[in-house]
C-alpha cells in the first residue's frame, strides 16, 4: 500500500508539471527573428473612459507591455506607433491610438528607437473580444536603408487575462462600500474585503464638518460630545434617504476613477426647521429666551432631520481611487474627494 501510494504521487507531480508546462508552451507569448526577440511582458484589461471603455461583457480594452530585444549590432526602430498590429485571422489591426486617463497612468511609446544589444517595453492598446486568441505581429525598422527585418509573432490568448477584466469594477465596489460604512453607517461585505481606510479619521472629519455646519443655523455653543449626538441622527437620517451610484469609468494598475451619482439629506434648509421649533417654544412660554429656545429646537432634532429634504447631484463627481497593498482607497490629494464630505457631511449636493 505504502509503494502504491508512492506511486500516485509521483503520478500526479509529473502529470502537474506536464500540464504547467504545456501551459506555458501553449501561451506562444514569445518570439524572436535574426534581428530581435519579443515577449509579453504583462497584460491587464483596462478602462479609459469615452476613449476606450469596454463595451458590454463581450469586448474590452487590453493593455499590452511587449519587451522587445536587439540582438543586431545596430539601432532598430519599433513602437506602438509604427510596426505593431493585432492578426484576427485574416484581418490585420492597429493598436489604438489617443488614449489619455485624467486619473490614470497610461504609457505611450515616444521615438521607439532601441540601440544594439538594448531591451525596451512596449506599451500597446488592443480592443479585443474576450474569449479569442489573436496574434500581434511586431517588424523592427532597421537603421540602414533599404533593409527589411523579418516579422514577430506573438501569441495573444485572451482568456489568460480574465481575471483583469473580472477586477475593472472593483473601484465602483470599493467606494460604495468606502460610503456605505464611513459615511451611512451601513454594512457592506465589500468594505473588508475590498477598501484600505483610516476609518476613524475619515469619520471624525465628517463629524467635525458637520458640527460646523450645524454652527451656520444656530448660535448657541454645541459641545463635541453634542455633535456627535446630532450627527449620529443626521447619519440616521442618510441612512435612510440617501443613495450612492457608482461606476468605474477609467482604471490601469493601481489607479481608477470612479463615476458617482449620489443624492444626500440636504442641510440647507436646517435654519428653518429649527426656527420653527424655536417659535413654538416662545408662543408656548410667552417670553424671550434665547438659549432656552435654541435648547428646545435642538432636543425636537431627531424629528428635524426627518423633515429635510433629499437633494440629489445634477453632475456628480469622478473620485480618484488607488490601490494599496491589494486594497482600494480614496485618494484625498485630488480635489473631487471633497465631493463625498460636502455630500455626507454638509449635505450640499452638486
Not at 497612468?105 to 489573436?134: M, Q, W
Not at 416662545?282 to 428635524?304: C, M
Request: aromatic share 8%; charged share 30%.
Amino acid at each position: 500500500m505504502k509503494k502504491l501510494g508512492v506511486l500516485t504521487l509521483a503520478l500526479l507531480v509529473l502529470f502537474s508539471l506536464a500540464a504547467c508546462g504545456g501551459s506555458q508552451e501553449a501561451s506562444g507569448s514569445t518570439g524572436k527573428s535574426k534581428i530581435a526577440e519579443a515577449a509579453i511582458e504583462q497584460a491587464e484589461y483596462i478602462l479609459a473612459g469615452e476613449d476606450g471603455e469596454s463595451q458590454g461583457e463581450e469586448r474590452g480594452l487590453l493593455a499590452v507591455d511587449v519587451k522587445v530585444k536587439n540582438n543586431s549590432d545596430s539601432t532598430i526602430h519599433i513602437s506602438s506607433y509604427d510596426g505593431v498590429y493585432l492578426y484576427d485571422g485574416d484581418e490585420q489591426l492597429s493598436p489604438e491610438q489617443g488614449l489619455y486617463g485624467r486619473g490614470i497612468d497610461l504609457e505611450h511609446e515616444g521615438s521607439g528607437a532601441i540601440g544594439a544589444g538594448k531591451a525596451k517595453t512596449i506599451p500597446v492598446y488592443f480592443n479585443v473580444e474576450k474569449g479569442k486568441t489573436y496574434e500581434i505581429g511586431l517588424t523592427p525598422r532597421l537603421s540602414e536603408p533599404g533593409e527589411e527585418a523579418d516579422e514577430i509573432l506573438l501569441t495573444l490568448d485572451t482568456t489568460e487575462y480574465e481575471e483583469s477584466y473580472q477586477q475593472l469594477e472593483e473601484p465602483a465596489k470599493a467606494l460604495t462600500a468606502y460610503i456605505d460604512v464611513i459615511y451611512l453607517g451601513k454594512e457592506n461585505a465589500d468594505y473588508e474585503k475590498l477598501v484600505t481606510a483610516d476609518k476613524e479619521a475619515v469619520q471624525q472629519k465628517a463629524k467635525d464638518e458637520f458640527k460646523k455646519q450645524l454652527g451656520l443655523s444656530i448660535t448657541k455653543d454645541v459641545t463635541s460630545e453634542e455633535a456627535v449626538t446630532y450627527y449620529n441622527s443626521y447619519q440616521s437620517a442618510l441612512r435612510e434617504k440617501a443613495e450612492a451610484k457608482t461606476k468605474t469609468v477609467e482604471k490601469a494598475g493601481d489607479k481608477a476613477v470612479v463615476k458617482l451619482d449620489y443624492s444626500t439629506v440636504s442641510l440647507d434648509n436646517l435654519y428653518e426647521e429649527l426656527y420653527n421649533y424655536q417659535r413654538e417654544y416662545r408662543e408656548n412660554t410667552g417670553g424671550y429666551d434665547t438659549e432656552k429656545e435654541q435648547q428646545y429646537a435642538l432636543s425636537k432634532f431627531d424629528t428635524i432631520v426627518q423633515l429635510l429634504g433629499v437633494a440629489n447631484s445634477s453632475n456628480g463627481a469622478n473620485i480618484h481611487m488607488i490601490k494599496k497593498d491589494g486594497k482600494w482607497t480614496v485618494d484625498t490629494s485630488d480635489y473631487n474627494s471633497d465631493t463625498l464630505i460636502q455630500a455626507f457631511a454638509e449635505g450640499k449636493a452638486y
